[in-house]
């Protein structure tokens, strides 16, 4: 039993410091994946604002933008309106299931490769060890006085963490704006107020993320360690240490003199100085490993260098490892990736990506919508007919002006004009511009006989003059004198 004295004593510490993790460099099939990968995650990034898309002469041409001055997500020839902000929705789940089926089939893949703690803290690491030297050498500097030399290194090595964390930030804002003209504005100190802060908290929490905090950002502050276990099982492939096969461990000459008391590992601690977060996987599974597989390659290349069989860490299941422990072949890979768990994830994430895009294919350009003015709720003309006023808007999502026609439906005796005109040209037609990418505000006036239902139910239609096919309507409702409300 804990002793109470133990627990208020201020000597006492209640948790481990941190010790700084200097990555060793190492070369293989994995970290070779490992550059193609952040390679291309950089690329997107910071290139796609740039990436032009000609989309007429009324809306902008920047291949990807979310234009929150005018409402509109562009993505290629893709254009979201807020209306069908449900299509983001569908992106972000289809972004959650296609998480939950990496998971389940390899392990933490995505924090591995791809996530952007991952990358950018890879290419600071980069950077360190051009600058600083390699692990040994990092350790050498940082238990080293203070001196010109290492104040010279240490100015270089942040000065280019900062410039990259600042052409991160800056890479974000132009998601936002035209990115030539949002650039011109920002060193001409046009841009707007937000735009700077917003570079400011980036470059910042980049600088920190990927150069300081690095391994605490995925062991203490992300969420998905704990969530994981959730998505995987017995039959999800990981990084695995074969302790079956490595232990007990010894070193190649205390092997040599007794043969067939060590297993394979000779103790290197090679995995352990290639790992990004500084952890053993001969351990075991922990949370701090984010299956980079960069130890595989370390003790692969430690293993041909001993002339003994690759492999000692591996990809593997907990199922395969048990066959392997018991001398019984693997499961083949497909069996083991295409089983009834990732199956499932599979089909959920194909049907939603082909629902959106048939939705896609197949969603009008234009819209209406439609709401009955309540002050007044309805007039009594002087010719016995009652008078309803309704508040229309008509979206053209068309990268050009288009003639539309608002049409009504079962309302007998019914017409209609527009606040533009006149109750002499009221017909149960009117035709109307709306200009391209926007959405035109009409006020509309429906008079009908007096005689007749409290409360009547009809709809406004709205056809474009160029595609009959083209159309919209909207149901709403017709009162006259004695509507119980």
Known sequence: ?????????????????????????????????????????????????????????????????????????????????????????GMLVMAGIGLFLVTSAVGRAWCGYSCPQTVWTDLFQHVERYIDGDRNAQFRLQAAPWGAKKIGKRLLKWSVWLFIAFWTGGAWIMYFADAPTLVADFWSGNAAFVAYATVGV???????????????????????????????DEKSLTVTYKDWRGEPRGSVKKAEAHPGSFGDCIDCNQCVAVCPTGIDIRQGPQIGCITCALCIDACDHVMEQVGRPRGLIDYATLEDAELEKAGKPHNPILKTLFRPRTIVYTSIWAAIGLAMLFA??????????????????????????????????????????????????????????????????????????????????????????????????????????????ATDKGDVFFERPGTDR
């Not at 229309?392 to 990268?399: A, T």
């Not at 026609?405 to 606040?419: F, K």
């Not at 035709?431 to 959405?439: C, E, F, G, L, W």
């Open 202 to 232: 980036l470059t910042l929490t980049t600088f920190i993320f990927g150069g300081f905090m690095r391994e605490q950002v995925c062991i203490y502050m992300c969420p998905w360690p704990r969530i994981q276990t959730a998505m995987m």
């Open 360 to 469: 896609l294919g197949n969603r009008t350009r234009i819209d209406i919508s439609a709401s009955h003015d309540r002050n007044p709720v309805y007039v009594q003309l002087a010719d016995g007919h009652v008078r309803n006023s309704y508040t229309i808007n008509l979206r053209n999502m068309e990268n050009r002006p288009r003639e539309m026609i608002i049409g009504m439906t079962a309302l007998d005796g019914g017409v209609m004009w527009s606040n533009q005109g006149s109750r002499d040209g009221a017909g149960k037609t009117l035709k109307t511009r709306v200009p391209a990418d926007s959405v035109a505000r009409l006020r509309l006036y429906v008079a009908a006989p007096g005689t007749g239902p409290a409360r009547e139910d009809f709809a406004l239609t709205v056809t474009a003059a160029d595609d009959p096919e």
């Open 1 to 89: 039993m804990t002793n109470p004295k133990e627990i208020l004593d201020p000597q006492l510490k209640l948790y481990e410091a941190r010790k700084n993790v200097y990555p060793k460099a190492v070369d293989g099939k994995f970290r070779r994946l490992k550059w193609v990968i952040m390679a291309i995650t950089l690329a997107i990034y910071y290139i796609t604002p740039w990436i032009r898309w000609d989309r007429g002469p009324y809306a902008p041409n920047q291949a990807v933008l979310v234009d929150l001055a005018h409402r509109r997500f562009y993505m290629f020839g893709i254009e979201i309106w807020p209306h069908e902000f449900y299509y983001v929705a």
